[in-house]
């Protein structure tokens, strides 16, 4: 299954903004769904996950309280959602698929191909 994450673009700080993560051409029928970003000059971030199945999430200690993850079922699409941005949130962010049901950030076997998300101050 191919990933697929949009909604990037330019905001202000403080501003917000949600980002989306479909499948193309399937399903989530892998058990976990989680974010991911990559500032310029840094390595890949962990950001959070979902459980797919019981909608249970994990945010990293460096956005918790700013950002939040959700799926939506009917939809078949899982959000980021991102509360008062800082320019330090500046990045590509990539969803991802794994089929274990687990909060940590290895192990995971799909990747879309990231949507740019830049906040100027």
């Known amino acids: 299954v191919q990933l697929q994450a949009y909604g990037g673009g330019l905001v202000q700080a403080g501003g917000s903004r949600r980002l989306s993560c479909t499948p193309s051409?399937?399903?989530?029928?892998?058990?976990?769904v989680g974010w991911f970003r990559r500032c310029a000059g840094k390595e890949r971030e962990f950001v959070g996950s979902?459980?797919?199945?019981?909608?249970?999430?994990y945010v990293a200690d460096s956005v918790k309280g700013r950002f939040t993850i959700s799926r939506d079922n009917a939809e078949n699409t899982v959000y980021l959602q991102m509360n008062r941005l800082e320019p330090e949130d500046t990045a590509v962010y990539y969803c991802?698929?794994?089929?274990?049901?687990?909060?940590?950030?290895?192990?995971?076997?799909?990747w879309g191909q990231g949507t740019e998300v830049t906040v100027s101050s």
């Open positions: 991802a698929a794994k089929r274990q049901s687990s909060f940590t950030p290895l192990g995971y076997e799909a």
């Open positions: 051409g399937g399903t989530f029928s892998r058990s976990t």
């Open positions: 979902v459980k797919w199945r019981d909608g249970s999430t």
